[in-house]
């Protein structure tokens, strides 16, 4: 059992039987509580009618003062700081600010589940929208989560770890461990918290932690989240990103939806009393519909199915050798996973490649890019034989 002075956890159902781990995040944004909400309901369901799963759930709080405000952060953005350099300077650093210290407590209990609890692991950062939307999945682009969230049979949103530096799940990820986003709605919306139950439910089942018959209302939850998706489904991919930077004064024309088609030249906000408008086709996603965050809109567009296909085969190829024999690439010293690519020789292989290859791009101070792959850190084989591996729930 976690000894846990801040209440950051909410409940811990450790099974008689070996594995898997589940835990579940809430509220590390603390303007979301639909997750918190959720979860205090399923653990009290889990209670009462006193089921023992196989394996452990964990189920967590993310920013406890945040949430005690309903703001979404005091000091800074709780779920933009998950960066190695700074975690390793927390023990050092005096004074720190509200997340840096909700940071540090949150950490010592995940660390303490991956010390104690036995693999596999997963881990669910549950969150909600400020603009209406249906539920949908967010997943850094290794197979291990792309297989797992199909079963969900929401749209699934790739790559966004690309244009947020710091979110928990990205740290989780980078140490191997398959996580996954589960936007459950609109902040406030009842029908949030019933989507989010729904969810937990589910994922219980799907993680094999229970089974179908020991889930109450099983075929409830998944026609509810069959309905919820209100018809979205399948693969998506983030193209462009409206930034707001500090002081910058960014208003949303009211009345959109999280995956509205907009035309090219739609007008779909103001930023300054300025008009901003689309460049191209695509699909609006996470409109800004409060005040506080960095992100106006982004714009996604579908994946076709065969591009989905051959990206499973060509991550099987060490690619990294072959790359590296090409100009402009180099292999890091520091890091022998990670590749640092000019811009140029960027540009002129593309980003599709080193996406279908399995990498997640980033563009560095100087231009050039730092290419992290998923599948080498990814530990797939942890989830052999688990029962979404071939399909069963999709
Ligand atoms: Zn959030």
Known sequence: MIKDPEAHVMGQFLGSDQGPTVVFISGIHGNEPAGVMALEEVCREIREAEIIPKGSFYALKGNLQALKQGKRFIDEDLNRIWHKERIEGLPSKKDLNNEER?????????????????????????HSTSGDSHPFITINDAL???????????????????YLAGPLLNYLNLEGWLSLGLEVGQHDAPVSVKNAISLIWVTLVF??????SECPGYEGHRSRIKEAAGGLHGFYEIFYRERISTG???KMVPGYRNFDPVPARTLVAARNGQEITTKQDGILFMPLYQAQGEDGYFLVRDIPAWILRLSVLTRKIRSKGVL???????????????????ARTFRWLGKPVFHLLGYRCTVLENGNYRLTNREFRAKSRAYHGTPWRNGQFA
């Open 102 to 126: 909700e940071m540090q407590s949150l950490l010592m209990i995940i660390n303490t589940i991956l010390k104690e609890s036995p693999p596999p692991f997963y881990f669910i950062d549950l």
């Open 144 to 162: 291990i989560n792309r297989n797992f969230a199909r079963q969900f049979q929401l749209p699934i949103i790739l790559g966004i770890e690309e």
């Open 207 to 212: 993680t094999g932690l229970l089974k179908a």
């Open 248 to 250: 910058d004064q960014f």
């Open 324 to 342: 590296a024999m090409l100009p402009g690439i180099e292999v890091s010293e520091q890091d022998h996973e990670d590749l640092y690519v000019t």
